[in-house]
């Protein structure tokens, strides 16, 4: 259509949007955009957790370390637990051979103390 100038004129009555693909589009943009945020979190989580891991978890404390080293030392040294008592600690694999030992030793029978 040509007005009284000569120009093009556009109806206005006949360009109005269609609201159909309109909502559609808006509605799977929604989903699309949730579900990017949720995927987005869990990612989030899931490097938050593997980097606790590998710096909290998978390290030893190096106090540890030293305590158990320690220990381990004094299971495989003789030395005094108490002098004025006599009391000596042996390593663990001696005292283990002392207790199997003293196992198969025969045994002093007690009388048993009556209980009425």
């Given amino acids: 259509m040509r007005d009284a100038r000569g120009s093009h004129t556009i109806d206005l ?3 109005d949007p269609q609201t159909g693909p309109t909502t559609v589009a808006v509605a799977v943009g929604a989903l699309v955009l949730v579900a990017l945020v949720f995927w987005i979190e869990a ?14 978890v998978a390290q030893e404390p190096v106090e540890l370390r030293t305590v158990e080293a320690g220990q381990i030392d004094q299971l495989r040294e003789y030395r005094w637990v108490d002098r004025a008592q006599g009391v000596v600690a042996v390593p663990i694999e001696r005292a283990m051979e002392l207790v199997v030992a003293e196992g198969r030793a025969p045994r002093a029978v007690r ?3 009556d209980t009425r």
Avoid: C, I, M, S
């Avoid at 990612?43 to 909290?56: G, S």
């Fill in 13 to 15: 009555e006949e360009a």
């Fill in 111 to 113: 009388p048993r103390a």
């Fill in 43 to 56: 990612l989030y989580q899931r490097t938050v957790e593997a980097e606790r891991e590998r710096k909290v």
